[in-house]
C-alpha cells in the first residue's frame, strides 16, 4: 500500500498548544501516529551524533492511505484547519507527497537516534549502536508505522513516571500501546503480567514485535476500544493519548485498577491539565505527581480506598 504525506506547517503564538490541535485533526480522521517538526529541538542533545538539521518552521505531518478516499480526506482535513484558523488563529499551509510504503519505512529512520529518558532507561532504535552499560535498561524498539519512538515529550514523560511508580511484581496494562515502548519499560523495571490494548490492529502487530526483540514473553496484546477488551485488574494503568480521550477513559478506569492502583496518563497539553484533573477527582483518584515537559503533562493518580 502506497501512503500520502499530509504536511502541516504553521505559524502560531503557542507552537506546543497549534501542533496539539492539528494532531487532534489528524485523531479525528483516524491517524493517531503523526510526525512533529520542531525548529527549536536539538539534534546533537536528542538524536546523537550526525543526525539532521532542525526544520525551519514547526509543523505536524499525517500519513493516510493513498486510496480512493484520499481526496476526501484531504477536503475534510483543509475545512477543518480553515475553521482552526477562525477559531484559534491558526495559520496553517497543507502540503502532500505521495510515499511508497517501502520509503516510508525506511526514510523516518534517519531522524530516530538512542536517547537517554531518564538516568537509567535509553531507548534505542534496533538499527543504531550504544555503548553496552550493566547499569544502564536498554529498550529496543522499532516503531514502524506506530505511535511510540521515546523521543516525543509524552512518552518520555510516561517512562519517568513508570520508573517512579511501578514496583517489581506489579501488573500493567498500557491503554493505546501504539509500539509496545511503555510495556517493555514496565517489564524491564519489573513488572510481571503486562497487557497492551490499542484500537488499531497494525500497533498490535508492531508492539508484539518489539517486545519479543526486547526478549518479553509474558504479555498479552488486544485489539479494542479503550479497555473493552480488558478483562481483570491491573496495579499500574497508562494512557499515553490525548487529553478527550482520557476523560472519556476515566469513567472506565476504575474497573480495570487495583485498589490503591496508580493511573498514568499523558498526551494532554497544558491548557486541558485542569479538565483532566477535576476528571480524576470526580472519580475519586488522587493526584500525586504532575510532570510537565515542552507544554505536555503527564498526570500519576491513586486510586483511593473509599
Not at 531518564?118 to 535498561?137: A, F, G, L, Q
Not at 476515566?250 to 484533573?277: P, R, W
Request: with cysteine; charged share 25%; glycine share 6%.
Amino acid at each position: 500500500m502506497n501512503w500520502i504525506a499530509a504536511k502541516i506547517t504553521f505559524d502560531a503564538q503557542d507552537q506546543a498548544l497549534a501542533t496539539d490541535l492539528i494532531a487532534d485533526i489528524f485523531y479525528d480522521l483516524g491517524i493517531k501516529g503523526v510526525v512533529v517538526d520542531d525548529p527549536q529541538m536539538d539534534p546533537t542533545q536528542d538524536w546523537g551524533e550526525n543526525a539532521v538539521a532542525p526544520p525551519k518552521r514547526p509543523g505536524v505531518t499525517g500519513y493516510f492511505a493513498d486510496t480512493p478516499k484520499a481526496a476526501e480526506t484531504c477536503k475534510t482535513l483543509e475545512a477543518a484547519l480553515k475553521d482552526l484558523q477562525v477559531r484559534a488563529d491558526i495559520v496553517s499551509q497543507a502540503t502532500y507527497t505521495r510515499v511508497a510504503e517501502a520509503d516510508w519505512a525506511e526514510a523516518w529512520k534517519e531522524y530516530f537516534w538512542p536517547e537517554e529518558i531518564t538516568d537509567t532507561i535509553v531507548v534505542k532504535p534496533t538499527w543504531r549502536d550504544y555503548p553496552d552499560d550493566e547499569n544502564k535498561i536498554i529498550i529496543e524498539i522499532d516503531p514502524g508505522m506506530a505511535f511510540g519512538t521515546g523521543t516525543h515529550p509524552t512518552t518520555a514523560l510516561c517512562i519517568h513516571m513508570i520508573e517512579a511508580h511501578l514496583q517489581a511484581g506489579d501488573t500493567f496494562l498500557d491503554v493505546g500501546t501504539g509500539s509496545g515502548i511503555l510495556m517493555i519499560a514496565a517489564a524491564k523495571l519489573g513488572a510481571h503480567d503486562l497487557c497492551g490494548i490499542d484500537s488499531d490492529s497494525m500497533a498490535v502487530t508492531v508492539a508484539e514485535k518489539n517486545l519479543k526483540v526486547n526478549h518479553i514473553d509474558h504479555f498479552r496484546l488486544f485489539t479494542g476500544n479503550l479497555v473493552d477488551a480488558v478483562h481483570g485488574t491491573f496495579d499500574v494503568v497508562v494512557a499515553n493519548i490525548l487529553a478527550e480521550v482520557i476523560l472519556e477513559l476515566l469513567s472506565a478506569v476504575t474497573t480495570v485498577l487495583k485498589q490503591k492502583g496508580v493511573f498514568i496518563c499523558s498526551g494532554i497539553i497544558t491548557a486541558k491539565k485542569e479538565a483532566v484533573m477535576a476528571g480524576l477527582k470526580e472519580r475519586g483518584m488522587i493526584v500525586i505527581e504532575v510532570l510537565k515537559k515542552e507544554g505536555w503533562v503527564a498526570i500519576a493518580a491513586r486510586r483511593s480506598t473509599h
